[in-house]
Structures are given as C-alpha cells and as structure tokens.
C-alpha cells in the first residue's frame, strides 16, 4: 500500500473517534473529548499536508481533504475559545466523517495548478477559499443546531440529540461570530479571486459558476449580518439563510470540482 493511501486511510479513521465519543452519555470537554479532536486533528492534517507538499493539486479529493482538515482545526479552536462550542461535535463530525468517505471514493490522479497568475496569488486565494469553507462549515453546523433545537423546543420533544446541541442563545452567538468571519474572509476571497483572473486573462472579473455562486452567497450573508442587527433576523429564519448560503458555496467550490472531475 502506497504512502497516500495509508494516510488516507489513518486521516478516515482518526475522525471516527470524534465522531463517537462526543455521543456518548455524560460526554464533556474533558480529557478523552480532546484526546480524539487531537487524533483528528494530527490525521487530517498530516493526509492535508502530504497532498499539497510541493505544488497546489486541484482533485476534488484533495480540496475535501484540505476543507476536512482546516474544519477541524478551526472546530477544535473554537472549541478551546467557547465553552459551548463543543457541543457541535455531535453533528459536525460525523458529517466531516461523511466528507472524507466522499474524498476517498472521488480520489483520483493529482491534478497540479497551472495559471498564469503569481504563485503568491494563486496560494493566497487558495488558502482563503479553504478558509472561508471551513468557517461557513461550522457556521452552517451552529445554524442547523439552532434549528433543531428550536424545533424540539415548538413541539416541546426535546431528543437525546438536542440536549447534546448548544442551547438556542449559544447556537445563535456562535453562528453569528462565525459568519462574520466568514464574510470578511469571503471579501477577501472575491478581492483575491479578481487579481488572480486579471493576471490570468487581463479581465478583474469572469462571471463563471464559481464566481457568481460565490457573489451570491457572500451577499447573502451580507444581507443576514445586517438583518440581524436591524430587524432582529434570528432562529430558525436565519439558519435556513445560512444553509442555503453553505449550499451555494458547496456548489461554487466542491461541486464545481464535483461535476468537471467526476460526472464529466
């Protein structure tokens, strides 16, 4: 077995851990919750570096593998800064587990980044895009937590997995502060999107899949920032908002990658 795959292999299986033992009864920020962050952490990681070392690849494994990784390490970050923001695991981990089963399946040959932009370009906007996947990942997750948990609340059913989640205040702080991060982050990735294109083509803007999805949820977001702090836009509004917002980043960044490397 090649060196990829084993750390493709070990990268999968450091996240099960995470994924389960968040779930379990009395499970806590204690010693055995940070022991499996930090296997998942060193896994992700380790499969995130060996794939980019030397040159950038644009496989649609790889860009999962590195939104894996960089979630996870903004997770286990947020979780030493928040004292509720652990109790995203629950949901959270088990989809990035999903992730990089997708990423294993859809692996294919590395593709290298050819362009004519500056190398300094080309891996700055790279980096942010990966950011700025993660964040509006653990935003989508807090607003998806917000929504459950509200829902539970209406129908007054509270399930074993609510009473694990954030409560509704905390879900609704956390995906705020998030999404701010993500819209800075996002501005800058359109900023730098533009002068990647106008080295590339001579144009500062091409409208293509990528770019107006992008366009559109970063003004989406925009629009619920500033919702929220003029008409009080919250709850289970302003989760369906952020979801929608993940759907169409998922759509500008994996999915374009999705159905140009795999479907086509």
């Known amino acids: 077995m090649s060196t990829p795959l084993i750390l493709n292999a070990f990268a999968l299986a450091s996240l099960l851990p995470a994924a389960i033992v968040p779930l379990r009864g009395g499970a806590g920020r204690d010693a055995s919750?940070?022991?499996?962050?930090?296997?998942?952490?060193?896994?992700?990681a380790a499969l995130a570096l060996a794939l980019v070392s030397g040159a950038w690849q644009t496989d649609l494994g790889t860009a999962l593998w590195c939104s894996i990784a960089v979630s996870t390490m903004l997770?286990?970050?947020t979780a030493g800064a928040s004292p509720a923001s652990w109790r995203l695991a629950p949901l959270l981990m088990p989809y990035l587990v999903i992730m990089g089963v997708l990423a294993t399946v859809v692996r294919g040959e590395p593709r290298p980044m050819v362009g004519g932009a500056p190398a300094i370009w080309l891996d700055l906007h790279i980096i942010v895009s990966v950011l700025t996947y993660a964040l509006l990942t653990l935003a989508a997750v807090a607003s998806l937590a917000v929504f459950l948990q509200e829902r539970a609340l209406k129908r007054k059913r509270p399930t074993r997995l609510t009473r694990m989640l954030p409560a509704v205040t905390e879900g609704e702080r956390l995906a705020g502060r998030l999404l701010m991060a993500t819209e800075l982050v996002l501005g800058l990735g359109v900023a730098t999107g533009?002068?990647?294109q106008y080295f590339e083509s001579g144009a500062v803007l091409h409208l293509d899949h990528k770019a107006l999805l992008s366009l559109i949820a970063f003004a989406l977001i925009g629009a619920l920032l500033v919702g929220h702090r003029v008409c009080g836009v919250r709850g289970r509004v302003a989760a369906r908002v952020v979801l929608v917002a993940y759907l169409l980043l998922t759509l500008a960044y994996p999915g374009v990658k999705f159905v140009t490397q795999v479907l086509i």
């Open 33 to 44: 919750f940070w022991a499996v962050v930090g296997l998942a952490v060193t896994g992700t």
């Open 75 to 77: 997770f286990a970050a």
């Open 194 to 196: 533009m002068a990647t």
